[in-house]
């Protein structure tokens, strides 16, 4: 099982959409690979700067309808390629929730209080996210603060992150 969480990029703001994770114009681009450098780069967002904000993240916080818009896999694929495989929030879209699963990746929903109190916990402050799997929790740590809060997976979902994704899954069960 992959590792999940890392040093978080904080992304206050509701709404962000699959355009701004990786904009249509690169996905006709011929590999998942080619897609790298173009995260986020159409996100709007006061002080954000991808080139210097990205670079070593590895989870995401972020507030509600993270992944909204289309339905393609390229968001949570570009987030991948970068080092991010948890994006943590208040909710997502459907599809791109679906989406992580399938990639193997997770999408941790929260409640919009908890999500709230660590904005104004950790934001601005080099901040470190530990997921432990088997205990459910998620540890956000910077310097000496530190908050743990649990989250759930369960079902199917669970499974597919276990398993690495769908076709890891769909390998080893049919």
Request: hydrophobic content about 40%.
């Amino acid at each position: 099982m992959k590792k999940f969480g890392g040093k978080v990029l904080f992304l206050d703001r509701d709404d962000i959409n699959t355009d701004e994770i990786i904009p249509a114009k690169y996905l006709t681009e011929n590999s998942k690979e080619a897609l790298k450098p173009y995260i986020l780069e159409d996100l709007k967002l006061e002080g954000f700067e991808p080139a210097r904000d990205l670079p070593g993240k590895g989870a995401i916080l972020a507030r509600a309808n993270f992944g909204c818009g289309s339905s393609r896999e390229h968001a949570p694929w570009v987030l991948e390629l970068n080092g991010i495989n948890i994006v943590a929030g208040e909710s997502f879209a459907r599809i791109f929730r679906q989406n992580m699963y399938n990639c193997g990746m997770i999408a941790c929903e929260l409640p919009p209080e908890t999500v709230d109190g660590l904005f104004r916990e950790f934001a601005g402050k080099e901040t470190e996210l530990f997921v432990d799997m088997e205990k459910q929790t998620l540890a956000f740590k910077s310097g000496n603060i530190e908050k743990t809060v649990p989250f759930a997976l369960k079902g199917f979902e669970k499974s597919l992150v276990e398993a690495g994704g769908w076709v890891e899954y769909a390998a080893s069960h049919y």
